[in-house]
């Protein structure tokens, strides 16, 4: 009885530590997806960490043990659950757009240099990678915006010299009146300068079609150029002059004036950049004519006061008189002569000294030259904004002569000019054809797919269909429009193109050309089936139904030569194409079934037919071959008995005189006849 007391206690004990064992794993189990649930999506919600937090403090409960267990499942369910939907909220934000992708491969990385791979070097190479990873973030590419936007603001520094530097040094009144504003922003453009210089050091280049965002190499190729001797001409400290001449001397920062290069520069990008590149270069050339008048207004005054304020009637008056005392009418007063002297209008104070004469002339030489780079540039903007216009106007007006000569009705003439006149105010005169043809053949593509991606997207044949078929239909397509009132087709027509919907309605009418069947929008696609030529169709290549526009109709056309030849690589595609036309005849009752399995018989046997006349022309081969072969076996046989037999007779002969020679060609008969025999 003590024995099996003990028995049953031991094994009442042995399952108390199993039972706690397993509500511990338990517990441990809940925890850890509880946790790992927090750690992955941040969200979680405070009933959920109540409800894990009530699940722990229960557990040495033994009378709640069976429902412990299903609540931590479920929580355990609940956690997975939400994390599984964050998941794929996040792969929803950061899916790109399937369509386009097709044709973009995965992005190129850079192969790194070749470096041995031993096993001594391994830590080496990890300092090197996570070294070259630092620096490549330092590292700018000139067609980045980041470089873009730094060049606009050494731009606006570099126009700061050019534009105040001069004045100050020319108006005293200027450079006294505001000293303390023009040290702060003459050494904020310095620094401006010095972080230029470390912008320059960090520039990528392409080498061999690869940016190059090796820091020492760009170091060195960065030092060996001219522009970085003049980059550190510019920022020399001459400023340190001033301890001996005073503030007052802007003459000594001159040197700043060298960085004009990147002031080019920055227009150029700009002028690459904008959407509107003529109003851009008429602006930039309005500003060198305005900073060139700016500067001669300037030497005027600098020049008036060496030979005198006032002294003569062609110098700047006196600044004794009020009405010219003020800072403000002086420098008016110079811009206007200086515009005045260059624009070569004249109606200044004539010169009365040498030294005038002289300054007079360069000024209006400079002043030709201005003006007639005003005159060429300006007229060569203005053509070119036009140019499209003037281009679109002479088609009209030619086709407005050819009508009037051929006496074409009114009312066509005016439908014919309204038709042009949508084409023009939907900006759609351009020839896209002509305007993308220097591009390379993916690049094309690729901008036609993302500026007509909302039309392709709806066409359900573009959707499955390979990416080379895609570039290839897309580079084939082109563009249409249709005014109202205007059939696209007409049932029964022979069809040579098919036409997919870009903008506008169309409608399917019937024979009275009033009713409506259907309507067509943007996205669909029509008269594939009649360019496909499908096997049983009663219409053959004919048109299937009458299509009309409602209003204008921007279309792409795709004809039967460019299809064809598109689908002659990719069959899976035309089966696809073909089997939808089956089913738009079937549907329609325009499809011969009968018709359709005769063809395929027909088909069967003139393969059998086929199969019968390779194996009949086999045979004949392999019996010819093994004629030709014993022949030539043959051939060579009675060849050798031939060449023994002469060795033979000239052999036993010996040496033959010469009438021996000629008895024995005048006896060749003989010879010959028994040659023949033998033969």
């Not at 014993?630 to 052999?651: C, D, P, S, Y």
């Amino acid at each position: 009885m003590t024995g099996q007391a003990l028995g049953e206690s031991g094994e009442l004990t042995s399952h108390r530590l199993s039972v706690k064992t397993w509500t511990e794993e338990e517990s441990e189990r809940a925890d850890s997806i509880l946790s790992r649930g927090l750690s992955m999506c941040d969200d979680t919600s405070s009933e959920l960490q109540r409800m894990a937090a009530n699940e722990r403090r229960g557990l040495n409960s033994q009378n709640s043990f069976r429902g412990r267990g299903a609540m931590s499942r479920l929580v355990s369910m609940v956690v997975t659950l939400r994390e599984w939907a964050h998941k794929s909220l996040v792969e929803d934000e950061e899916r790109p757009d399937s369509f386009l992708e097709r044709f973009r491969g995965p992005e190129i990385q850079v192969p790194p240099s070749r470096i041995s791979h031993t096993q001594h070097d391994s830590t080496d190479m990890d300092r090197q990678a996570r070294h070259t990873r630092k620096s490549d973030v330092l590292v700018m590419s000139p067609s980045d915006d980041a470089y873009y936007y730094w060049l606009i603001v050494i731009a606006m520094a570099i126009l700061y010299n050019w534009c105040l530097l001069v004045v100050r040094a020319c108006f005293d009144e200027l450079q006294t009146r505001g000293a303390v504003v023009w040290l702060v922003l003459d050494y904020l453009c310095d620094g401006i300068y010095i972080l230029d210089m470390a912008v320059r050091l960090r520039t990528g280049f392409l080498e061999q079609g690869l940016l190059v965002k090796d820091v020492s190499k760009l170091r060195e190729t960065y030092l060996r150029t001219l522009q970085c001797k003049l980059d550190i001409a510019s920022i020399l400290p001459t400023d340190l002059l001033y301890l001996s001449l005073g503030i007052h001397t802007p003459l000594l920062r001159f040197n700043r004036l060298l960085r004009f290069t990147r002031l080019f520069e920055c227009f150029e990008r700009t002028e690459t950049r904008t959407g509107y590149p003529n109003a851009f270069r008429i602006c930039k050339l309005v500003l060198y004519i305005l900073v060139i008048i700016h500067w001669n207004a300037c030497v005027y005054y600098s020049f008036s006061k060496v030979l005198g304020l006032g002294s003569d009637s062609w110098v700047y008056p006196n600044a004794s008189q009020p009405e010219f005392s003020s800072l403000t009418r002086g420098y008016v007063y110079c811009l206007y002569w200086s515009t005045l002297t260059l624009t070569t209008i004249g109606e200044t104070p004539p010169p009365v000294r040498d030294e005038e004469y002289l300054f007079l002339v360069f000024d209006f030489l400079v002043g030709v030259l201005i003006f007639a780079s005003i005159v060429g540039n300006v007229g060569a903007m203005i053509s070119n904004m036009n140019a499209t216009r003037a281009a679109f106007q002479s088609r009209v007006d030619a086709l407005k002569h050819y009508m009037h000569f051929r006496h074409v009705s009114k009312e066509l003439e005016q439908r014919v000019i309204h038709w042009f006149d949508y084409l023009w105010t939907n900006q759609k005169a351009v020839d896209e054809q002509e305007v993308l043809k220097s591009l390379p053949n993916k690049l094309r593509a690729e901008i036609a797919i993302n500026v007509h991606l909302e039309t392709l997207k709806k066409v359900r044949i573009f959707q499955d269909c390979e990416a080379g078929l895609l570039v290839e239909l897309v580079l084939k397509l082109r563009p249409q429009v249709f005014s109202p009132g205007d059939y696209i087709c007409r049932k029964g027509d022979v069809g040579k193109e098919m036409y997919i919907i870009k903008d506008g309605r169309l409608a399917v009418v019937g024979e009275d050309g009033v009713s409506q069947l259907a309507v067509l929008t943007s996205g669909s696609c029509f008269g594939e089936i009649s360019i496909l030529n499908i096997s049983g169709s009663k219409m053959g290549n004919r048109r299937t139904a009458n299509i009309r526009s409602l209003g204008y109709s921007n279309l792409f056309c795709l004809s039967k030569h460019d299809l064809m030849e598109a689908l002659l690589e990719f069959p899976h595609a035309r089966l696809q194409l073909e089997q939808r036309g089956r089913d738009i005849l079937q549907k329609e009752g325009l499809l011969e079934e009968e018709g359709v399995a005769a063809v395929g018989e027909a088909q069967d046997e003139k393969i059998e037919r086929l199969e019968a006349c390779l194996d009949r022309l086999q045979t004949r081969l392999a019996r010819l071959q093994s004629e030709y072969a014993a022949t030539q076996q043959r051939l060579k046989q009675r060849i050798t008995a031939l060449e023994h037999g002469v060795t033979m007779g000239v052999t036993g002969s010996g040496f033959l005189s010469d009438t021996d020679c000629n008895e024995s060609i005048a006896g060749g008969d003989g010879a010959d006849s028994e040659v023949n025999i033998q033969l």
